[in-house]
């Protein structure tokens, strides 16, 4: 009886190894999986720009006058005054140096002017003596019918004749202003450029600064030639910053005046935040880095973070905005990467006990990473993260940290 009950024990428990070996050998492992939750909460749609600073008022210093614009006397970040700042120094442009050609031809110029001169001064003597002749002609003649004696058709000839004579002489006087002017204009042909500033007195024209600020840029140091309206220096106030950033035409038209925007990589720890203030009403053709024709336009925006918050933020810096285009407090959403095409529908697979299950879903609005979900699952529910081939509806499922 001993014998037998041993063997029968042996036996069963060989058995029992065989089915532990062929169990473990046909039994389907489970598939390790990520999961989130199906939460609710503050859900917000942006618009992605890259952008940059600008100083909101910015004033430029140009020359008035053609001329040669003198070193710098100030530099960048400068400090200055508006109407006390000397910032820039402009000399007015100086005669050349004659040579020998062109000086006898302004000498010869000066005698002509003066031999001109005195052929004037001689047609205005002549014409004072027309004109003393034709008065006294006219005192007689004017006399002679007061008695009666001649006829006022005389008198009127006289008079006629006295009218010429004054013209004739104003004539002479404008011919010798001529001549004066003439022959200023070949005396001054002949000055050298420093006979200019002697004459002058000074020069130099000093600009001062338009506003208060800082000196932002210099467009040279050293002393150059200018021309009238070139830029010298550039003028404004770095606390008072606007942001410009280049968006789509189509992303534009979704967005309302006071848009909230939050501004990152700019350089600190902590966002900014921004205020849509206006769109420019005219876009523009760009070509993107893929050749694509896109039209964009700028869109300006205030900046709502104290000057003090954002130290080291100057013009021209760049940014990165997430622009609000739409936002609600209340929104039952899942991450994208739960979500895939089922057929026509979007989808997600939800956990059921240890088994993936198939949901269809209806989604609403989405940003970069998460999804409104409108209908197919609740608060608090389970879904599976980048579901693959591997998943289907039913297959069972384990989660990837209780491995």
Not at 332 to 348: K, M, T, Y
Not at 350 to 375: F, P, Y
Not at 377 to 382: D, N
């Amino acid at each position: 009886m001993a014998y037998s009950a041993r063997t029968v024990i042996l036996t069963g428990l060989g058995i029992a190894t065989v089915a532990g070996l062929a169990f473990v050998s046909f039994r389907t492992d489970p598939v390790p999986v990520d999961l989130a939750e199906v939460a609710q909460g503050a859900l917000e749609v942006t618009i992605n720009a890259e952008g940059q600073t600008q100083v909101k008022d910015l004033y430029e210093v140009s020359s008035p006058i053609l001329g040669t614009a003198l070193r710098s006397p100030v530099d960048v970040g400068d400090p200055v005054v508006a109407g006390e700042t000397v910032v820039a120094i402009v000399q007015p442009v100086s005669s050349g140096l004659l040579d020998a050609r062109t000086r006898l031809q302004g000498e010869a110029a000066l005698q002509e002017a003066l031999a001109a001169r005195h052929v004037t001064q001689a047609d205005l003597q002549q014409a004072e003596e027309t004109l003393s002749f034709a008065q006294s002609q006219f005192d007689r003649t004017q006399a002679l019918v007061t008695r009666g004696v001649v006829s006022v058709t005389r008198l009127e000839d006289d008079s006629r004749r006295l009218s010429l004579a004054k013209a004739a002489l104003e004539a002479a006087q404008a011919r010798i202003e001529m001549a004066e002017g003439s022959i200023e204009r070949a005396r001054a042909s002949l000055l050298q450029s420093v006979d200019t500033e002697v004459a002058n007195g000074s020069c130099c024209i000093e600009l001062t600064a338009p506003a208060d600020g800082v000196v932002l840029s210099i467009t040279a140091i050293s002393e150059r030639p200018v021309t009238v309206g070139a830029p010298l220096v550039s003028i404004g106030d770095p606390n008072d910053l606007e942001l410009v950033a280049d968006i789509l035409s189509s992303d534009a038209v979704r967005l309302l005046p006071g848009a909230l925007a939050y501004v990152e990589r700019w350089g600190g720890a902590d966002d900014l935040v921004a205020r849509l203030d206006r769109i420019d009403p005219k876009a523009r053709t760009k070509v993107s880095a893929l050749g694509i024709e896109e039209q964009r336009v700028d869109a300006y925006f205030q900046l709502e973070t104290p000057s003090e918050q954002r130290p080291g933020l100057g013009d021209e810096f760049a940014v990165f905005l997430r622009i609000v285009e739409w936002r609600a407090d209340n929104v039952l959403q899942v991450p994208l990467s739960a979500i895939f095409r089922s057929g026509e529908d979007w989808a997600v697979f939800s956990v059921d006990q240890d088994r993936a299950v198939l949901r269809q879903i209806e989604l609403g609005r989405r940003n970069d990473r998460m999804t409104e979900i409108r209908s197919g699952l609740e608060a608090g529910e389970r879904v599976v993260m980048h579901p693959n081939d591997a998943i289907a509806d039913g297959t069972v499922i384990v989660e990837r940290g209780q491995l």
